[in-house]
């Protein structure tokens, strides 16, 4: 017996977000059921509202925290009533080298998303947290930390695992120089988190408005990316770069930005990389991708952001204005995460 479940959805591409009711599956025996309590906003939401989307209705949504209302007969890990977190990766084959090792936002198979993905198991379309209800296995759900406020653990599922990971990876730490590229929902926690790392941290944005902005959230210094001249002074500088940019734009400069061996990780998926081969040739430099953490990254991530008193900054908005603040984050007009509010 299914359960009707009310939700947010873009009933077809491009559309606005309407409320839209939808059968929820029965809970599997790993399963946890829980009422989404906040989900935040993600730059990749638009895109799957939009170009990317498969599957209309389209409920999207994949920044999630809510309180566990039921748990399938073999859940160890929560009880009713728990606040958990979920990310935008529901499940995945759990086999392949990267699931083995936790890293299941890597598999071999490509992990099932949040949203808008077909179900392994036969229950048809993944639906995402724009919703009263959500269902997903205990294995890609964490327990919200004591002591964080929950509307602001949100994003630290995407956004937070999104720069957490490349940052982890290429050894942001005391003694590197780490540049932050695009000061966004993923960019502002990029500062955050290279700084607590210990790196020497600069965040690189197009809106000079933004400056005061990113020197509080823990830069040491701002770059304004759209001035060449500030640009050209960077030369040589960085040991890493990690570029949430979502859309194409000039790379060369930035790349001319590394030391000799630097590494500019892309995490924005812009259409294209626009960067001049030399650039990365005379440097011995590298280009790398990047995505979301599994789930031991996403745990060591979550543990490090408590010991840091890391969480999003955000506007809490209501169910009613989704598609305002869809349109603000298209006109990069939000500090930094809208959450959408679906427990009020
Ligand atoms: P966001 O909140 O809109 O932030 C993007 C930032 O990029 C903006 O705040 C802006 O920063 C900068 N920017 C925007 N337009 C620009 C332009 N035309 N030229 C140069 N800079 C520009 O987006 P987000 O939620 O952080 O997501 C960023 C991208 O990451 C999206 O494409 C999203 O789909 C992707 N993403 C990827 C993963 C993954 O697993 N790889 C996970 C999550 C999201 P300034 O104003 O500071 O310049």
Known sequence: MTTTVTAYAALERGGPIRPWSYEQRDARPHDVRFEVLFCGVCHT??????PWGQTYPLVPGHEMVGRVT?????????TVGDLVAVGPVVDSCRECPPCRAGLETMCQTIATSAYDAQDRHGDGVTRGGFAESVICDERFAYAVPDGLDPAAV???LCAGSTVYAPLRQWGAGPGRTVG??????????????????????????TSAAKADDALALGAHEVV????????????NRFDLLLDTVPVVHPMTPLVLSLTTGGT???????DTF???PFALTLGRRSLA?????????????????????????IELVGKDEINTALARLAANDVKYRFVVDLGA
């Open 70 to 78: 039921e748990v399938g007969s073999d859940v160890t890990h929560f």
């Open 264 to 270: 500019l990780c892309s995490v924005g998926l812009p």
């Open 274 to 276: 626009d960067v001049a």
């Open 224 to 235: 304004v990316s759209s001035d060449p001249e500030q640009m050209a002074a960077q030369a």
């Open 45 to 50: 939401d638009l895109h799957s509202i939009g």
């Open 180 to 205: 932050i590229v695009g000061i966004g929902g993923l960019g502002h926690l990029g500062v955050k988190m290279a700084r607590a790392l210990g790196a020497h941290t600069v965040a690189f944005t």
């Open 154 to 156: 949100a994003p630290l």
């Open 289 to 313: 991708g990047g995505g979301a953490g599994g789930t031991s990254e996403n745990r060591e991530m979550l543990e490090f952001c408590v010991q840091h008193g890391i969480t999003a900054d």
